[in-house]
């Protein structure tokens, strides 16, 4: 269990980035040929991303928030967008394999994804005793100071 930081802090990190938000809702239980292989799907893919070098793949990590949704952060679309067409990695796969499994009954297992571009310095972030999570485990966790101590000040845009 990753250990809490018993303070409030802030994540810092530089440059552009992605915050690819992906799940799944399991309509149908009753139907697990549908569904199952989707919800190992991405377990898999995540283990794959992790042990590769972030240099080549652009995966900065993730965060799974429970009921089949995963946060994950990319250091660009093109990144993300590489990694679900490469024919040699889990996705493409498991994306033809879902689509086969499911072309009869669109309607037992939902799945989603959302794709926000951020630009440098355009978000902001406080975690007061949480462990690594979201931003501030995919980038750089620092306290939150004077300079820091509100959303908008996170932001950039003045004083309170």
């Not at 992790?50 to 994950?72: A, C, D, H």
Request: hydrophobic share 45%; net charge positive.
């Amino acid at each position: 269990m990753p250990k809490v930081i018993p303070e409030r802090m802030t994540a810092q990190i530089e440059g552009d980035f992605v915050v690819f938000i992906i799940g799944m809702r399991i309509n149908r239980f009753w139907l697990p040929h549908k569904w199952l292989p989707a919800f190992f799907a991405m377990p898999r893919m995540l283990m794959e991303l992790s042990r590769l070098p972030k240099e080549e793949t652009g995966f900065l990590g993730f965060t799974n928030v429970g009921f089949g949704i995963v946060l994950q952060y990319w250091r660009s679309f093109e990144h993300l967008e590489a990694y679900a067409n490469a024919r040699d990695r889990a996705h493409l796969p498991a994306w033809a394999a879902f689509n086969k499994r499911v072309r009869d009954d669109r309607g037992a297992v939902g799945i989603f994804h959302e794709t926000f571009l951020v630009k440098d310095g355009q978000y902001e972030t406080v975690y007061s005793g949480m462990p690594p999570f979201g931003l501030g485990k995919a980038g750089n966790l620092v306290p939150a100071t004077a300079a820091t101590a509100s959303a908008r000040k996170r932001l950039g845009q003045g004083p309170d």
